[in-house]
């Protein structure tokens, strides 16, 4: 009996969610009680075999601060890919939303810095790559839990212009120089894409670099320029966020040390 197989009998279709880079996505009820997200695979935007084979590892990787995947529906096409819940949707539009109460509770959005660090940590040890780290790859759930959604996905895009470097859909804005001149792949990559994410929760959701073109962006960040300090972060948190940026990635720390450095910043901040 194939653990991650689930029977497509056992799920009952709710309203839409969104339609992501693979097609729509519907709430459901798994076996009755089990809030889940279903993804309905569109027919040729992912290698989905290869996929299927990979969700027996990733049905395994379990933390409290990564969007669990529950298993797939994969005897029938669209492959259905089942996952768990998050009622506020993504991080990205949360923080937009949310902006007039969240501009003054920077308590708040460095918890939430750090339970997203928490969550790549755990792929860290695992040497689990996301590959496409961004805020708005984040989920939000309740009480201001904060999640890492579709770690692992990007390797299964069959979208050239998501994939290539070149192309108009890859996430330039959050990828280090390596990976703009090597597509070179690595926790550490995942390091400096994190670093662009802390930027965008104490910005409350900004456009990095504003609205500077994908090539000027490139040619910017191979000259070493970096994001500016946003108004509202203490500069403790801006200091650990230029660590993510060095052009090397041997020079970046690595997620267990961002995490240990984050919390003593919290723990100095919010006692005062
Ligand atoms: C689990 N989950 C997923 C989604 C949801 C909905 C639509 N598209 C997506 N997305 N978004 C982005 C995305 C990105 C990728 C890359 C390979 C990394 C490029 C691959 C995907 F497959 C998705 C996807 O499916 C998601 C993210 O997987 C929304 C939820 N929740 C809510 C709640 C309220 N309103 C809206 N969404 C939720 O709980």
């Keep these: 009996h194939d653990k991650w197989e689930i029977d497509p009998q056992e799920l009952m279709l709710l309203e839409e969610l969104g339609s992501g880079q693979f097609g729509v996505v519907r709430r459901g009820k798994w076996r009755g009680s089990i809030d889940v997200a279903v993804k309905m695979m569109k027919e040729g935007t992912m290698s989905e075999d290869d996929f299927i084979e990979e969700a027996k590892v990733m049905t395994k990787l379990q933390h409290t601060n990564l969007v669990q995947l529950y298993g797939v529906c994969s005897k029938n096409r669209p492959i259905f890919i089942v996952t768990e819940y ?9 923080l ?13 959005l460095l918890d939430m810095c750090i339970q997203i660090c928490k969550g790549m940590a755990y792929l860290e040890r695992h040497n689990y790559i996301h590959r496409d780290l961004a805020a708005r790859n984040c989920l939000v759930g309740s009480e201001n839990i904060v999640k890492v959604a579709d770690f692992g996905l990007a390797r299964y895009v069959l979208d050239d212009q998501y994939t290539s470097s070149g192309g108009s859909k890859f996430p330039i804005k959050w990828a280090p120089p390596e990976v703009l001149n090597y597509t070179r792949f690595s926790s550490k990559s995942d390091v400096w894409a994190y670093g662009v994410l802390m930027w965008e929760v104490f910005t409350c ?30 500069k403790e948190v801006y200091d650990v966020m230029r660590k993510c940026w060095s052009q090397l990635p041997e020079t970046r720390p690595s997620f267990r040390v961002l995490k240990e450095q984050l919390v003593t910043v919290a723990q100095r901040l919010l006692v005062d």
């Excluded at 009622?87 to 990205?92: C, K, Q, T």
């Excluded at 504003?210 to 946003?230: A, D, F, S």
């Design 86 to 94: 998050m009622r506020h949707g993504s991080l990205l539009n949360y």
């Design 96 to 108: 937009r939303r949310h902006e007039q109460s969240l501009t003054s509770n920077q308590g708040l």
């Design 205 to 234: 959701g900004k456009m990095p670099y504003g609205r500077l073109k994908n090539t000027e962006v490139v040619e910017k960040v191979q000259k070493g320029l970096i994001l500016e300090k946003p108004k509202m972060c203490y």
